[in-house]
């Protein structure tokens, strides 16, 4: 491991997609609880990274949400790789949620006041299962959620965000 403060796993990493995805579509977290046949405490804690994602629950909410679990899987790899070679351990056996870095950092990032005034699709792309998107110039544009972790400057903006209002201030 290269920083115990930059921990994650490919399944907390798709619990952020699912999110996302879910915030994207404009669903709601009791309609996610309902194709899993449980409560909408079960789905919060499970974005909250108060509960782990079973393999059955990611199966009935990709399909839900008419995403192919494999598009899903596949993309986490993408960011999980993105991660890795920016100092990023990511573990592959069962650990302590509440150790999770990337998930602890994601609960930042939608609580902020960046996150908060975006609107349906902040990251400026089809979807959040488009990247990450290796540009010719070298350059990666990635999901907020995932750059927040990434960017020390762009968590920063988007922890400082102040909206500006129509008189300029």
Known sequence: MNDESKITSV?????????????????????????MGK?????????AGKSPLQFETFIRVCNGMAVRASNVMTTAELYSTLLNQNGWAIIS?????????????????????????GGTNRW???SV?????YQLNNTVS??????????????QSQLNYQPITSNGF
Do not use: M
């Open 11 to 35: 399944t907390n990493i798709c619990i952020i997609l699912l999110r996302e995805l879910r915030v994207e579509k404009g669903v709601h977290q009791a309609q996610v609880a309902d194709w």
């Open 124 to 126: 400026g792309y089809a």
């Open 129 to 133: 299962l488009n990247g990450p998107l």
């Open 39 to 47: 409560t909408p405490s079960a789905w919060t804690k499970i974005e």
């Open 142 to 155: 990635l999901a907020p959620v995932f750059q927040f972790a990434l960017d020390a400057e762009f968590r």
């Open 93 to 117: 056996t069962e650990f302590d949620i509440a150790e999770d870095d990337l998930l602890r950092q994601a609960q930042q990032y939608w609580a902020s006041a960046g996150c908060r005034s």
